[in-house]
């Protein structure tokens, strides 16, 4: 059984920072992994990163993955399993694409394969924005997430950040919504969440809660300060 793990979301939301954390969990260290990154997409893994993490790279070859999805598709999955014998594969589709004609041409792969993480980013500051110019697309990618990383939370207030996430809720009620920036969490943390496919998840968010919490005394002086978590954020989180 093949593990399959896709992160999806539009160009800049995010992806690369996500993915590279991902990598640095102790679950990836432990199994060969090969990314799938289609051309067209937000290819920024470099090379040495690869090379240390042990990863091997495969893209699709034939423009985008929903352009030509169950044959090139079907094929490219199959070589990569025949060829690496992987225990999971992640897969970054491009940035304009509908995550469920992603999950369908999994599904039609003649390999045993497991659907394990579906993953959308989403940038913070443009999800009104995005439903109402992309709205088919964008809305599709959140829907059928089981997971909705919001990215660039460091760029936006409290108040902005509450109502991306109202609209990300409404589109998908039950899907588990990390607004924490990616670069503050444990890595093997980030994969238990991204896993989970219902919610129950009130452990780990009280626990990652608590220590945003223990990093907010450390830094924070003023007792009247209302800034929350998402005050101290780093301005040079990778895109």
Do not use: W
Request: some cysteine; overall charge negative.
């Amino acid at each position: 059984m093949v593990k399959i793990d896709v992160v999806s979301g539009f160009l800049g939301a995010g992806k690369t920072t996500l993915i590279k954390k991902m990598f640095e969990s102790s679950v990836y260290k432990n199994e060969k992994v090969v990314l799938i990154e289609n051309e067209f997409g937000e290819i920024g893994i470099d090379g040495s990163f690869l090379k240390d993490s042990g990863i091997e790279i495969k893209e699709i070859n034939s423009g985008c993955i929903c352009c030509s999805l169950v044959g090139d598709f079907s094929s490219s999955m199959k070589e990569v399993i025949d060829r690496f014998s992987p225990s999971r594969i992640v897969i970054e589709p491009s940035g304009v694409g509908k995550l469920s004609d992603i999950v369908g041409a999994i599904e039609k792969v003649d390999a045993d394969l497991e659907i394990n993480i579906l993953a959308t980013v989403v940038d913070g500051g443009k999800v009104k924005m995005y439903m109402k110019n992309f709205g088919e697309f964008f809305v599709n990618q959140v829907e059928n997430a089981h997971a909705i990383v919001v990215g660039k939370v460091d760029k936006i207030n409290e108040a902005k950040l509450n109502e991306s996430v109202e609209l990300i809720r409404q589109v998908n009620p039950k899907g588990n919504i990390i607004t924490t920036n990616i670069t503050a969490l444990d890595a093997d943390d980030l994969i238990k969440f991204l896993e989970k496919k219902d919610s129950l998840k009130d452990e780990l968010i009280e626990k990652i809660h608590h220590e945003h919490l223990e990093h907010e005394d450390d830094e924070c002086d003023d007792p009247n300060c209302s800034c929350h978590h998402h005050h101290h954020h780093d301005d040079n989180e990778e895109e």
